[in-house]
Every structure is written in C-alpha cells, then in structure tokens.
T-cell receptor
Framework: GAVVSQHPSRVICKSGTSVKIECRSL??????MFWYRQFPKKSLMLMAT?????????EQGVEKDKFLINHASLTLSTLTVTSAHPEDSSFYIC?????????????FGDGTRLSIL | GENVEQHPSTLSVQEGDSAVIKCTYS??????FPWYKQELGKGPQLIID?????GEKKDQRIAVTLNKTAKHFSLHITETQPEDSAVYFC???????????FGAGTRLTVKP
C-alpha cells in the first residue's frame, strides 16, 4: 500500500526555535500534500494544501509566515514552524495524495509531536 | 463548506459484538467517503472507502454503507476484537476540491 514517511516523530525545543518537519511519499508520486494539526482528543484540522511546484493554500486563520510550506518535488513536502512558541505545541500530521482529484484517498504519515518549552 | 457530523463520540462494546459508527454530511456534491483508524501516537490509516456510485462496500469484518439521499454513511465492524480499539474518523470530500473534511472521531473500546 501507499506509504508516507514523516520525520521527525518528536521534537522538543526552546521557544524561538524554528522547526522543520519532512513528509515523504515513499512508493507513489504525491501531486498534493496536506498538513494537519491535531489537538489532544480532537479531530484533524487542515492547515494548508500544497501542490507540487505551487504555493501552498492556507486555511483561514493559519499564518502563512508562521507555517512555511515547501512542496518542491512529487515525493517531498516540508513544514517549517518559524520562531515556535509554546502555543505551537501540537501533533502535526501530513498526508499525501496521488493525482486524480479529491475522490482519491489521502495517505497519512505517523505525525510529529512538537513540544515547545 | 462541507460539514461532517460523526456519532457517537465514544463507543464501548464487548469482544465479538458489532460496532456501528455513523456520519452525516452537508454537501450533496460530496462523492468520496473514506474511513480512517487512528491508534495512539500514530497517524490515521485508511481502512475502507466508498464512492458515491455505490451503496455498500465490504472488506472482511469491515463494511461501509452510503445513503446519498439522506446524506449519511456508516461504518460497521463485526466480530470486534481488542485490537480494533482506536479512534475512527469518517471524512467526506468534494471531487472538485482538494480538501477533505473529517468528522470529530469516535473512540472505540473493545473489551475482552
């Protein structure tokens, strides 16, 4: 089946640090990648959608200068949390989808637990 | 935009019993409905999906039904096992859009 690898799985760092999270599709080409944030015992909240070679589309309320997304290839997208603060602590999950539009499945990574001290 | 409502929020069943989780959606143009299972500390894993041109799909102990008229779809797990314990999310997506909207999740506990 489709495999999505997300790294790192856990990050603990000081306030003010920038953190980069990588999302890779290992056995398929991901035309579109998604970044979600999940709070404890809550559902997934879509942050942004990125298509390979294009600028990401951010959901309302998500600061694009705070959460930098790069989707430079069909197998890699990165999310950089710039100048992270304790309120940015959360579980971040990426997903990837091959071509075919919205009626194709998204395949998720195992998430990154970000803790800002 | 699309709203997806999911019920119940928690479900506890005895091993061997069946479990049913229900979702409703608001946009009649929605045409793809996946179900995901999320275990603690992991990302969601796709377990079954259904498209709007069929009413039911089954894969071993898991089945999904879709009622387009009523705009609801359900996940059925038969002969539940303790390893089925997890949080289950339904989702719905428009074919013309890139995003997927998730339900709030159902925490299923299967008691041995």
């Amino acid at each position: 089946g489709a495999v999505v690898s997300q790294h790192p799985s856990r990050v603990i760092c000081k306030s003010g640090t920038s953190v980069k999270i990588e999302c890779r599709s290992l056995d398929f080409q991901a035309t579109t990648m998604f970044w979600y944030r999940q709070f404890p015992k809550k559902s997934l909240m879509l942050m942004a959608t990125s298509n390979e070679g294009s600028k990401a589309t951010y959901e309302q309320g998500v600061e694009k200068d705070k959460f930098l997304i790069n989707h430079a290839s069909l197998t890699l997208s990165t999310l950089t949390v710039t100048s992270a603060h304790p309120e940015d602590s959360s579980f971040y999950i990426c997903s990837a989808r091959a071509g075919g539009g919205g009626n194709q499945p998204q395949h998720f990574g195992d998430g990154t637990r970000l803790s800002i001290l | 935009g699309e709203n997806v409502e999911q019920h119940p929020s928690t479900l506890s069943v005895q091993e061997g019993d069946s479990a049913v989780i229900k979702c409703t959606y608001s946009d009649s143009a929605s045409n793809y409905f996946p179900w995901y299972k999320q275990e603690l500390g992991k990302g969601p894993q796709l377990i079954i999906d259904i498209r709007s041109n069929v009413g039911e799909k089954k894969d071993q102990r898991i089945a999904v039904t879709l009622n387009k008229t009523a705009k609801h779809f359900s996940l059925h797990i038969t002969e539940t096992q303790p390893e089925d314990s997890a949080v289950y999310f339904c989702a719905a997506t428009l074919g013309s859009h890139n995003d997927m909207r998730f339900g709030a999740g159902t925490r299923l506990t299967v008691k041995p």
